[in-house]
């Protein structure tokens, strides 16, 4: 069974743009989330979708924002990139929302804002 | 404000001794604990979890104990091995919530051979 695929793996982009990041769960996972990894900072939970909508936000600016396609597929966007942005974005797949099943993790995009 | 906290950066141990990494939380809401791996270049991989009902959870060479009166967990390795050089985080949330997991910032262990 394939695990959780992202891309792009590297993103270089300047301050101002935007970007769009992609993960594809594991199959017959429904619900994905994603988190921002930055040194010191540990993981923070950036959202988390489930059946195409949004379940639960964190702590960030509008300037992020996500959706879920009906495959279960992801993408989060962030617009008017900055230098703190600079971050290892990770999105994790688990089985069904509101259980504690185990999440799998992707191996990451690593955003470098310039 | 950090609601888990893994208050040290590094810790280094020499092959077949113990290694125990500490984490505190703040929430008392929190209800359920994981531990998850990193190895550079790779996601996060799931290791091992606690519910706030039990005190003590072990699986193979890794075990967490929790203190809930001292919001504090802890994940024991023994023995320690090369393999296990990675950098672990502490996960907590709250049971019946969505997916949302809060991190602490991460131990680097080195098992020294």
């Known amino acids: 069974k394939a695990g959780v695929t992202q891309t792009p793996r590297y993103l270089i982009k300047t301050r101002g743009q935007q970007v769009t990041l992609s993960c594809s769960p594991i199959?017959?996972?429904?619900?994905v989330s994603w988190y921002q990894q930055t040194p010191g900072q540990g993981l923070q939970f950036l959202f988390e979708y489930f059946s195409e909508t949004q379940r639960n936000k964190g702590n960030f600016p509008g300037r992020f924002s996500g959706r879920q396609f009906s495959n279960s597929r992801s993408e989060m966007n962030v617009s008017t990139l900055e230098l703190g942005d600079s971050a290892l974005y990770l999105c994790a797949s688990s089985l069904v929302e509101g259980v504690n099943n185990e999440q799998f993790f992707g191996p990451g995009t690593r955003l470098t804002v310039l | 404000d950090q609601q888990v906290k893994q208050n040290s950066p590094s810790l280094s141990v020499q092959e077949g001794r113990i290694s125990i990494l500490n984490c505190d939380y703040t929430?008392?809401?929190?209800?359920?604990f994981l531990w998850y791996k990193k190895y550079p270049a790779e996601g996060p991989t799931f290791l091992i979890s606690i519910s706030s009902i039990k005190d003590k959870n072990e699986d193979g060479r890794f075990t967490v104990f929790l203190n809930k009166s001292a919001k504090h967990l802890s994940l024991h390795i023994v023995p320690s091995q090369p393999g296990d050089s990675a950098v672990y985080f502490c996960?907590?949330?709250?049971?019946?919530?969505?997916?949302?997991?809060?991190f602490g910032s991460g131990t680097q262990l080195t098992v020294l051979p």
């Open positions: 996960a907590a949330k709250v049971l019946g919530s969505a997916r949302q997991l809060t």
């Open positions: 199959s017959g996972h429904r619900s």
């Open positions: 929430n008392s809401m929190f209800d359920y």
